[in-house]
């Protein structure tokens, strides 16, 4: 199949007018006051969410090069999602903001490697500055309000800051799908390693698939066991 090919100014128009179309899409949502979007699906109603990934995650540009620039914008929020958990839209909003003003700089004569060292110097300025302001949640009324922002519901926000203060700092919170319609809070202690068992043959309860042992021995080392006797 041939390939259409376009350099230069014409190239980064492209990709900044993609990047500029999902964030259009995704900025709304922003903030505690933002809207919510409306996502069609082939089957099923539509989705309502605040959600920058989700809504990314949903767009595609008829155009071969502003849907490339779209989903560079779109990897963006899928990383700060994977790290982070929340703030996606805010990096959509970020990445265009820098994508528009360096087009626009470069179209003026700027070098495409000063812009790169400028905002690499201001990013760590502005991380060092964030890191100064920055003060620790410790009170249920904080984690609350951060998670009402992040969940969209008072409801479910009180519950995770009320997962947060029962386990504590250093404490695993996991979610999973319920059977019923209730959302409910479950605390077990022990700890949590993000990975199964080796084999099932280590499974001690069929019914609920589970390795429940008794007292047991345990080795923990950061040596690679070769040959275990």
Do not use: C, W
């Not at 996606?88 to 000063?114: F, H, M, P, W, Y």
């Not at 504590?168 to 959302?183: H, M, P």
């Not at 605390?187 to 609920?208: A, I, N, P």
């Amino acid at each position: 199949m041939p390939k259409l090919l376009i350099h230069n100014s014409h190239a980064r128009r492209a990709l900044a007018r993609g990047v500029h179309q999902l964030a259009a899409a995704v900025e709304p949502t922003l903030g505690p006051r933002g809207m919510n979007a409306m996502i069609d699906r082939p089957i099923g109603t539509p989705i309502v969410t605040r959600d920058g990934v989700s809504i990314a995650a949903s767009i595609e540009l008829h155009d071969r090069f502003e849907n490339m620039g779209a989903q560079v914008v779109r990897e963006v929020s899928m990383q700060t999602n994977e790290v982070a958990g929340d703030g996606t839209t805010t990096a959509i909003v970020l990445a265009n903001a820098l994508v528009q003003n360096g087009v626009e700089a470069n179209e003026r004569g700027a070098k495409s490697v000063d812009l790169v060292r400028g905002i690499d110097l201001a990013v760590a300025k502005v991380v060092q500055a964030l890191k100064a302001s920055a003060k620790p949640a410790r009170s249920n009324g904080n984690l609350a309000a951060v998670a009402n922002i992040a969940a969209t519901d008072p409801r479910l926000g009180s519950l995770v800051a009320e997962a947060y203060e029962r386990v504590g700092a250093d404490g695993v919170i996991t979610t999973d799908f319920s059977v019923t319609r209730d959302t409910t809070l479950d605390v077990v202690e022990g700890m949590s390693f993000d990975r199964g068992y080796l084999s099932h043959h280590m499974v001690t309860d069929q019914d609920k698939m589970e390795v429940v042992l008794e007292r047991p021995l345990i080795l923990m080392t950061d040596l690679k066991i070769k040959e275990p006797k």
